[in-house]
């Protein structure tokens, strides 16, 4: 599956959420906390929002979301 | 909603072992949860195959959030079965990109997250500190270190008390198998995490070590808020349940981790006696109440083994975030004397995840239980709350 | 254990927070008695609004004068006060709203408030986010927004009094020359007799959204609908706070008791709000809850004596907040004796004497 990532292109595989395949590709920083600080996922099971995206224009959750063909993903 | 016997939610071993007993009777079973696919933490994309088979008989609804108490007004039995999150407690270091807590980096890693040639450190507590590392192991991680905080005699004495658990004795004894040549530290915790802009370097109590993945869990705390809002009675943070996992709620059962911390087998035996019970074949949930009860003793023996050690209150500095969402500071809350004061003056608590992070943490550190929940039971669209 | 005080104020949100410094300021000897937290009341579950009201003369008075020493206040507040100076954008839906925009206006401009008329085209500029389609409205830009908890303890911290975290169960019992009712919606348990009722109220605030909503804005048919003496009502009231949130009310019920959360209320008070704002819908929640405004029969607060040494400062419904600088300034005028800067005979307690 191809998947789109602050303008790059990604192939990722089927059944990974998007805050893996964003690690696989290298990001360590997912958000930037109030007072600006790098933050990427912590709890992995969507308790915790460190790992909030944008996904085709929406804010998400990226551990709870399933990768899928096309997706636009943005860090800001 | 209408239509279904019963209704559970949360699709982990518990919730499942919920539903599949109360669909082989041939009620019929909707499973909520709010993650993608069913399995839970433990078994994420991984549901054994004697549940699986009978999961296709109920209708799994999956990225479903559950928010406020409407599904009451269905008047159908209800299992609760929202498990458990990790508790973090805060040090210098920890928000840092690459620290995780351990239940977390295994549930990135069964979601995808590919660790080859990564270099781990796991430290924390509990028997889940094993399965991570040797998960991460399979997956081409190498594991440079676990460190346990408990002390070498407590971990002595579970391990004698294990031949009582035979099933438990030979996932050890294949979890040791795996994990031949990992440094193991008892009594060892991670006291600071370094790094620039992700964690390269972590101090441990003694020695310190470099690292790509830093993975720290406490244990667990029961995710308790829709049953809050459901209105069940809770007792030193589990929700309150009879011999067959009814709430004092009307209606409304519960199992697994939200009555109690203590491993699959025990959610297991809990979800099978709860899903049996609310759909009325006690007789049947009362055949499984000696299994429980053995898995309520290893249980106990769990916590016992792997107390928090008090220097874990200690290690954060003033300056070291305490609330991740709002980026409070210890520093910030130590005039204060109740989670609700400390919320009221510095928003500690207050910003997306509610204080499901630091409101356990605060616990540890402060001794401040908070108990207020408000719909919804996490971050939901305005529109959402429209409905009626 | 030292001699009992001049004043003790039971009661620690912010309209006794205020008292208790404008008491101490003016020389009194003061001690504050707060069962729970400070601000926890009231102060914490409403909106945080500073607003100047035209309801009635006094009204108008009590919140002008209360709006000039908030305005005095603002530099010295710490930043978790979170002040935001957005003004108040009060939204016409149609003719008749927008003939009560020119009445308003007047109102204001004959007592030198400062007021700017906003026609169909310049609402929807300063608050895109608006359905499009509005008559106009009316801009008080003097009107501001605080975090109420902070500043209650803010001005205790500035009175440097003693706080007894104690439950008052009668005020005979509270050593002091005065002892000052300043307990909101609970104030009639301990003075039996004054016409103070709980009015619940919900609200409903997001995650961060900075923009979305520029002022605070209420809809004109506020005064048709909520205001209405009885009855359960909502009304579109949205506010900008400074971390970015959008805080959503808002809601007036009588005779509810409990603290839960009223999903037929809260429905229709969000779906009041998505009728001005639809892309309100698209917003993230992130918790919902209820409070308790001490309602007055003609909504006016209770300020001075009542019986013997028991005096109120009570009764301020949903302006609390916005009046309980001034309410603190005329509590120590008439304690002490001074000219109070503004008549105080409008909310003297001894108008609601049998």
Same mark, same amino acid.
């Given at each position: 599956?191809?998947?789109?990532?602050?303008?790059?292109?990604?192939?990722?595989?089927?059944?990974?959420?998007?805050?893996?395949?964003?690690?696989?590709?290298?990001?360590?920083?997912?958000?930037?906390?109030?007072?600006?600080?790098?933050?990427?996922?912590?709890?992995?099971?969507?308790?915790?929002?460190?790992?909030?995206?944008?996904?085709?224009?929406e804010r998400e959750l990226s551990c709870q979301t399933l990768c899928q063909e096309g997706m636009r993903i943005s860090t800001r | 909603m209408t239509g279904f016997d019963l209704i559970v939610v949360g699709?982990?071993?518990?919730?499942?072992?919920?539903?599949?007993?109360?669909?082989?009777?041939?009620?019929?079973?909707?499973?909520?949860?709010?993650?993608?696919?069913?399995?839970?933490?433990?078994w994420r994309n991984d549901v054994p195959p004697k549940w699986a088979a009978w999961l296709s008989h109920v209708e799994f609804r999956g990225g479903c959030a559950v928010i406020d108490d409407s599904l009451l007004a269905h008047g159908v039995p209800i299992v609760l079965a929202t498990g458990a999150r990790e508790l973090y407690l805060p040090f210098p270091?920890?928000?840092? !990109?690459?620290?995780?807590? @351990?239940?977390? =980096?295994?549930?990135?890693?069964?979601? &995808? $997250?590919?660790?080859?040639?990564?270099?781990?450190?796991?430290?924390?507590t509990g028997p889940l500190l094993l399965a991570v590392a040797s998960l991460l192991r399979k997956r081409g991680a190498s594991v440079t270190c676990i460190a346990e905080q408990a002390p070498r005699p407590a971990l002595l004495r579970f391990a004698a008390a294990m031949w009582q658990y035979p099933s438990k004795l030979a996932q050890g004894i294949e979890l040791g198998a795996?994990?031949?040549?990992?440094?193991?530290?008892?009594?060892?915790?991670?006291?600071?995490?370094?790094?620039?802009?992700?964690?390269?370097?972590?101090?441990?109590?003694?020695?310190?070590?470099?690292?790509?993945?830093?993975?720290?869990?406490?244990?667990?705390? !029961?995710?308790?808020?829709? @049953?809050?809002? =459901?209105?069940?009675?809770?007792?030193? &943070? $589990?929700v309150t349940v009879d011999s067959m996992q009814k709430t004092w709620r009307e209606g409304v059962w519960a199992a697994g981790e939200l009555t109690g911390i203590g491993g699959v087998e025990r959610s297991l035996v809990e979800g099978e006696i709860a899903g049996l019970a609310a759909i009325g074949e006690l007789s049947e949930a009362?055949?499984?109440?000696?299994?429980?009860?053995?898995?309520?003793?290893?249980?106990?023996?769990?916590?016992?083994?792997?107390?928090?050690?008090?220097?874990l209150r200690a290690l954060s500095r003033p300056d070291t975030i305490v609330c991740r969402c709002e980026d409070i500071r210890y520093e910030d809350l130590t005039r204060w004397a109740s989670a609700r004061e400390a919320k009221l003056q510095t928003r500690c608590g207050m910003g997306l995840c509610q204080g499901r992070i630091c409101g356990a943490a605060n616990q540890v550190l402060f001794g401040w239980q908070d108990t207020s929940v408000r719909p919804p039971a996490s971050a939901a669209r305005v529109s959402d709350l429209m409905e009626s | 254990m030292s001699a009992a005080p001049d004043v003790a104020i039971v009661g620690g949100g912010i309209v006794g927070a205020a008292c208790a410094l404008e008491c101490s300021r003016a020389g009194l000897s003061v001690e504050v008695y707060e069962q729970s937290i400070v601000g926890g009341g009231a102060t914490a579950s409403g909106m945080g609004h500073v607003v100047v009201m035209d309801d009635s003369e006094a009204q108008f008075a009590l919140t002008h004068y209360s709006s000039s020493l908030w305005?005095?206040?603002?530099?010295?507040?710490?930043?978790?006060?979170?002040?935001?100076?957005?003004?108040?954008?009060?939204?016409?839906?149609?003719?008749?709203?927008?003939?009560?925009?020119?009445?308003?206006?007047?109102?204001?401009?004959?007592?030198?408030?400062?007021?700017?008329?906003?026609?169909?085209?310049?609402?929807?500029?300063?608050?895109?986010?608006?359905?499009?389609?509005?008559?106009?409205?009316?801009?008080?830009?003097?009107?501001?927004?605080?975090?109420?908890p902070v500043v209650a303890q803010w001005l205790l911290d500035q009175a440097g009094v003693t706080i007894h975290h104690q439950q008052v169960r009668a005020l005979a019992d509270v050593p002091a020359g005065i002892v000052v009712n300043a307990m909101g919606a609970k104030s009639a348990r301990l003075s039996p007799g004054i016409p103070v009722a709980p009015r619940k109220g919900h609200l409903v605030i997001t995650d961060r959204h900075p923009g979305f909503v520029r002022h605070q804005l209420i809809e004109l048919g506020y005064l048709k609908s909520a205001h209405s003496a009885s009855g359960d009502s909502v009304a579109f009231n949205v506010q900008p706070r400074k971390t970015g949130q959008v805080l959503i009310g808002s809601s007036r019920q009588y005779g509810?008791?409990?603290?839960?959360?009223?999903?037929?209320?809260?429905?229709?008070?969000?779906r009041r709000a998505a009728e001005y704002m639809p892309g309100i819908g698209a917003l993230t929640a992130i918790r919902t809850w209820t409070g308790f405004r001490a309602s007055t029969p003609d909504k006016l607060p209770l300020i001075g004596p009542w019986h013997g040494r028991e005096w109120l400062a009570t009764g301020h419904e949903g302006l609390g907040i916005s009046t309980s600088l001034g309410t603190g300034r005329l509590l120590a005028d008439l304690i002490t004796g001074r000219t109070p800067p503004i008549p105080a005979e409008p909310y003297l307690p001894a108008r609601c004497r049998p």
């Open positions: 599956m191809t998947i789109y990532l602050d303008g790059r292109t990604l192939t990722v595989e089927r059944g990974a959420t998007v805050a893996a395949a964003m690690l696989n590709a290298g990001v360590s920083v997912f958000r930037e906390s109030v007072s600006g600080e790098p933050r990427a996922p912590l709890c992995g099971m969507g308790v915790c929002y460190e790992c909030m995206v944008t996904i085709d224009g | 699709a982990g071993p518990a919730g499942i072992a919920a539903a599949c007993r109360a669909a082989e009777t041939g009620a019929k079973v909707l499973v909520l949860d709010n993650n993608p696919s069913a399995g839970g933490q433990i270091g920890w928000t840092l !990109p690459g620290v995780t807590g @351990a239940g977390g =980096l295994q549930a990135l890693v069964k979601s &995808g $997250f590919d660790v080859r040639g990564k270099r781990a450190v796991l430290a924390g795996s994990l031949l040549g990992v440094p193991f530290f008892p009594g060892t915790w991670v006291q600071e995490a370094f790094g620039r802009k992700r964690v390269e370097r972590v101090r441990l109590n003694g020695f310190e070590q470099d690292c790509d993945l830093l993975a720290v869990g406490y244990g667990l705390v !029961p995710n308790t808020e829709l @049953a809050q809002l =459901l209105g069940c009675t809770l007792q030193d &943070g $589990f009362r055949k499984l109440f000696s299994r429980r009860a053995a898995w309520h003793r290893f249980a106990a023996r769990l916590g016992t083994a792997f107390e928090l050690r008090p220097e | 305005r005095e206040l603002a530099a010295d507040l710490p930043a978790a006060a979170e002040y935001l100076p957005c003004g108040t954008l009060w939204v016409a839906a149609d003719d008749e709203e927008m003939a009560e925009v020119h009445r308003k206006q007047a109102f204001y401009q004959a007592r030198g408030v400062n007021v700017e008329v906003l026609d169909a085209r310049q609402v929807a500029k300063a608050e895109p986010h608006l359905r499009p389609g509005f008559a106009g409205g009316l801009l008080v830009p003097g009107d501001c927004v605080v975090y109420p509810a008791e409990h603290k839960e959360i009223d999903r037929e209320i809260l429905t229709r008070m969000l």
